[in-house]
């Protein structure tokens, strides 16, 4: 049973993991920088991995520490190698290298996106294969048939923003706190979802291309309208049903696109990942289609919907394994498909 170290660093959040076998998390320890970006409204990349610098040692001596492990003990160490900030992934592939050379343990290289999809598999019911991952994240919306953890295909991803990054944008203009995504989940249960009829963008189009930017552009007008009449600042309620009518909006199309997918491929399996994930709202939906169509269903715990190197570990089970190790001239890639077995 393959006790592996990961790390994840590929964009704000800082983690370390401790799984053994693949699916048993001994330990999984974030940090965050939340207060850091909160003033911007977004991830500052330059912020991001200095900080990484400055807790990289201390999040994996934690890790270790909760795993009651020591770091001999341990057969290999994981990192992201990509897709993400190339910064932040330089601070964690360039320690998880040396670590690598000091203890003479194999290096893993895991693709970030690979890591979401196995979230799926993490706990006491690891959902089967093959299923269908749909990644909806502040970085990413796409589709994928996952046959294992190492050979993805991509079905169908946003043309512009992706979905999570709509969510942060629009609490931005609305004026919520960060991280946006949460804040707009907040609001929007306190608001009307019929209120504004806002675009579904190719939610009848052919295929499984979604877009966001357009909803995110309609939004921000009905704002400035809204501000024009009132003669200044949005009254609370008018924040929470743009929330909660451009909320319905974009559930409507990732939903739409999540049936179609099932049904153009025949996957009876369906796994929800990646920082939006968390979403109430979404997870409701997505829970009601499950029950429609008569299909499985996985939701990761909210703890590992958001980037954690639990997920990492996971994946780089499987490909220790298969003897998939990385040299450790490993280079960090800042965007690269998962298709194929890509994460190498």
Not at 140 to 164: F, I, K, N, P
């Amino acid at each position: 049973m393959p006790l592996i170290l990961a790390l994840e660093s590929s964009c704000d959040d800082l983690a370390a993991a401790v799984v053994r076998d693949g699916h048993e998390v001994l330990a999984s320890v974030v940090q965050n920088q939340d207060r850091i970006h909160a003033p911007y409204g977004g991830v500052v990349p330059e912020l991001a991995s200095r900080d990484h610098v400055r807790h990289l040692h201390e999040t994996v001596r934690a890790a270790l520490e909760r795993a009651c492990v020591a770091l001999e003990d341990i057969d290999a160490i994981a990192c992201t190698a990509g897709p993400g900030l190339i910064g932040s992934l330089l601070v964690g592939v360039s320690f998880a290298k040396a670590l690598a050379y000091r203890l003479g343990k194999p290096l893993v290289a895991v693709h970030h996106i690979e890591g979401h999809l196995a979230s799926a598999r993490l706990g006491e019911q690891p959902l089967a294969f093959p299923f269908l991952g749909f990644v909806v994240s502040g970085g990413h919306t796409q589709l994928y048939r996952v046959t294992t953890l190492s050979c993805v295909e991509l079905l169908g991803e946003t043309r512009d923003d992706s979905a999570g990054e709509a969510f942060d944008k629009i609490a931005k203009r609305l004026g919520l706190g960060y991280p946006g995504g949460r804040e707009v989940d907040l609001a929007a249960r306190r608001g009307r979802p019929d209120r504004f009829h806002f675009p579904r963008p190719m939610l009848r189009d052919a295929g499984l291309e979604l877009s966001f930017s357009g909803l995110k552009t309609a939004v921000a007008l009905e704002a400035e309208k809204l501000e024009a009449d009132a003669g200044g600042a949005l009254a609370a309620s008018d924040v929470d049903d743009l929330c909660a009518s451009f909320q319905e909006a974009a559930l409507d199309v990732l939903v739409e696109k999540a049936r179609r997918a099932l049904a153009t491929t025949g996957l009876r399996r369906l796994a929800l990942v990646g920082g939006l994930a968390a979403n109430t709202r979404l997870r409701e939906r997505v829970a009601e289609l499950a029950r429609e169509l008569a299909i499985e269903t996985r939701f990761p715990p909210i703890a590992l919907c958001t980037d954690n190197a639990a997920m990492i570990g996971a994946v780089a089970d499987g490909m220790l394994r298969a003897g998939r190790i990385a040299p450790l001239d490993l280079e960090a890639f800042s965007r690269v498909p998962a298709t194929h077995s890509s994460a190498t």
